[in-house]
Structures are given as structure tokens and as C-alpha cells.
């Protein structure tokens, strides 16, 4: 989760791409768009994820800025495990917000990936 944010934070594309579960990976990944500053992350809980799993779960908040305002986004981010190496599966947006005035817009929040799309019709989508 740490090195995906960092990827993100250093707009890495293809490091993203090379971590996302073949099944689920977007074709491209563009950050022409995104007018962000990733500030930080905070894991706020793991289940499973150990050396025997073979899927996990990590909830996090990260925290942006954009045009001077500070936001977070608060996501449940599923992982799988593949030939030892973990990939991100998928996640479901759980808030995005300004600091000290969090806002539950989920799957209608625009998506962290920069696409300019609503998260329901980018990386959400089943």
C-alpha cells in the first residue's frame, strides 16, 4: 500500500500498472489531468496480509491538497497475492473531504487516479 501511494504521489504509472492485478488493471493510467499534491498516508487498519495469506484488506486515509485546500480520502483497498508478489485488486472510496469537514461521496467522488472520472466510472467500476 506504502510504495502505491508513493507511485502515486510520484505520478509512476507504471509502477502502478506493474502492481495492479492483471484482472482488474485500467489499460492506462494518465495524471495529465490531476492538479493534486499527495501529502501523506495513514493505515488505519490491515486484516490479513500476513506471509500465508493470499488476500488482504488495507484501510487508509490519504491526505491531499488541492487549489490550497487540504482533503482526505478514506479507502478499503483489497490485495491478492500472486506467485509471492502482492497486487492491488481493487477499492471502494469510503469518504473524500475537506479536512475538518469530511464528506461521505464514495463511489460519486472524483477518482484519485487523476482521470477527471467519477471513482463509480474509473477505477471502480466492477
Known amino acids: 500500500m506504502r510504495s502505491r501511494y508513493t507511485a502515486y504521489a510520484l ?3 507504471a509502477y502502478l500498472q506493474a502492481t495492479w492485478d492483471a484482472t482488474k488493471r485500467p489499460e492506462s493510467i494518465d495524471f495529465s489531468r490531476e492538479n ?7 493505515i488505519t487498519e490491515t486484516k490479513k496480509g500476513g506471509a500465508k495469506d493470499n488476500k488482504g484488506l488495507v484501510t487508509f486515509k490519504a491526505f491531499y491538497s488541492q487549489e490550497g485546500a487540504e482533503y482526505s480520502m478514506n479507502e478499503i483497498s483489497r490485495f491478492t497475492k500472486h506467485d509471492g508478489r502482492w497486487f492491488y485488486l481493487d477499492g471502494t472510496i469510503k469518504s473524500i473531504g475537506k479536512v475538518g469537514g469530511q464528506v461521505n461521496l464514495g ?7 487523476g ?8 477505477c471502480g467500476a466492477s
Open 11 to 13: 505520478r509512476d504509472g
Open 36 to 42: 493534486i499534491e499527495w501529502l501523506r498516508l495513514e
Open 107 to 113: 463511489k460519486n467522488a472524483p477518482c484519485a487516479c
Open 115 to 122: 482521470s477527471g472520472k467519477k471513482f463509480k466510472r474509473c
